[in-house]
């Protein structure tokens, strides 16, 4: 829906003076943390993937032999390839000729709606990406999953925090894409988000579907298996990524440890010896706020040094001692109930180029034929790679605080 003179209405000035105040958290931690370690963003990558080499197997041709022993058959490494591909975002954005020539020459606009669309969507596609940066067990998109058996408007979910209100969904299968389950009308057309009780995690969408007996998620419109890769995928220790499937290579399998209860520091040591063990060194751990704060009671109950410190980058958190400092960051867009220790020398974001306008034409408005309205895209092509995916960890089912 394009921007009218009816929704900038609230940001026409009266009798006060200022710009528009945003109303929304557009914090984002773990995005920039990656993009400032030692092997972060690359803009060198050309084509539709990175491809490179990864050892798998050692050499077995070492022995010992008595004198004059026959020798074992020599050996060799063994590789297999990884591609990276690249994910492709798209944002868009729309205004009516009226709010062009309007809300920029009145005396009463306090800000220029086109730059406040233009700057907001540049928000938008950044925070949104520091929520696919945690990505989800299955790797293919799930923004939450939908809990009750209910034929109606409103459903309970398991998580509200990825949902917002006016987001357009698919309410998928997610085993396998399907809308079975007595929803086929909602595949066919995407359904729109109108509200949301965060306290009871109810969400009431703009038609009726049900039963969700089939273990339905909830998906941005048409993202389902084409968003970029998210750490619990990383981590998944079956799932196949980057076209390389565990299965065949084993030492491409993720690393996660259910906890399922309390946090304990011993179970912390746990995930960094298991990431140390495949040739991992943990360097940040991100986690959710509530798992920050059953960590920060454990220091307390311990009588433990608890201060936040401010690590390389700027960035401040909790330490953890595994015999140097680890920074325990939070971050709001941390899925509930879970930590990722994440080693930053060993993955990165690849990208053509950083979030533009598409202006291939000359022109970053392009005029939407036979309507006095105007739209603009934004795109990047982007996705999070790693060369060691046994150097992460993940820790799930904590008890938070």
């Known amino acids: ?126 925070k949104d990406e520091n929520r696919i940066a945690y990505g989800n067990s299955n790797g293919n998109a799930v923004m939450a999953m939908i809990t009750d058996t209910a034929t109606a408007t409103a459903h309970t979910v398991d998580n509200v925090q990825y949902l917002s209100v006016g987001q357009v969904v698919d309410v998928l299968v997610v085993a396998t894409g399907s809308a079975t389950g007595g929803i086929a009308s909602v595949a066919a057309t995407p359904v729109t988000i109108t509200a949301i009780n965060t306290t009871t995690k109810t969400v009431t969408f703009s038609a009726s579907f049900g039963p969700t007996t089939a273990g339905h998620g909830i998906y941005r419109a048409g993202d389902r298996n084409v ?7 990383i981590t998944n220790a079956t799932l196949p990524l980057y076209g390389l499937d565990p299965a065949l290579e084993p030492t491409w399998a993720g690393n996660t440890l259910a906890i399922g209860g309390a946090l304990a520091e011993t179970n912390m040591i746990k995930a960094c010896d298991l990431a140390r063990t495949f040739g991992g060194k943990t360097s940040v751990i991100f986690t959710s706020l509530g798992v920050r704060r059953a960590y920060f009671n454990l ?103």
Not at 5 to 14: C, F, G, H, R, S
Request: aromatic share 12%; with cysteine.
């Open 299 to 401: 220091l307390t109950q311990q009588r433990r040094y608890n201060n936040t410190q401010t690590f390389e980058g700027g960035f401040v958190g909790l330490p953890f001692n595994y015999g140097t400092e680890i920074p325990v960051v939070e971050d709001v867009d941390a899925p509930p109930s879970t930590m990722f220790f994440m080693d930053e020398s060993k993955i990165k974001k690849y990208r053509r180029k950083p979030w533009y306008f598409a202006d291939d034409d000359g022109a970053v408005l392009k005029w939407d034929r036979d309507y006095d309205r105007w739209e603009g895209l934004m795109k990047c092509y982007w996705e999070i790679g790693t060369s060691m995916r046994r150097a992460h960890v993940s820790h799930t089912g904590v008890t938070e605080a």
């Open 1 to 126: 829906m394009a921007a009218n003179m009816t929704t900038v209405a609230a940001a026409l000035k009266e009798v006060y003076e200022g710009r528009i105040i945003s109303q929304l958290n557009d914090e984002v931690v773990a995005m920039k943390r990656i993009e400032s370690s030692s092997e972060g963003v690359t803009d060198t990558v050309g084509g539709k993937y990175v491809t490179f080499p990864i050892r798998t197997k050692r050499n077995p041709a070492i022995m010992y032999r008595d004198e004059e022993g026959l020798l074992a058959p020599p050996g060799q490494q063994s590789y297999a390839a990884v591609q990276v591909k690249l994910k492709y975002g798209y944002g868009r954005f729309k205004v009516t000729g009226q709010v062009m020539e309007l809300a920029d020459t009145n005396f009463q606009a306090f800000s220029s709606m086109l730059d406040e669309e233009m700057n907001g969507l540049k928000d938008d596609l950044v």
């Open 227 to 233: 968003e970029p890769t998210g750490f619990a995928a």
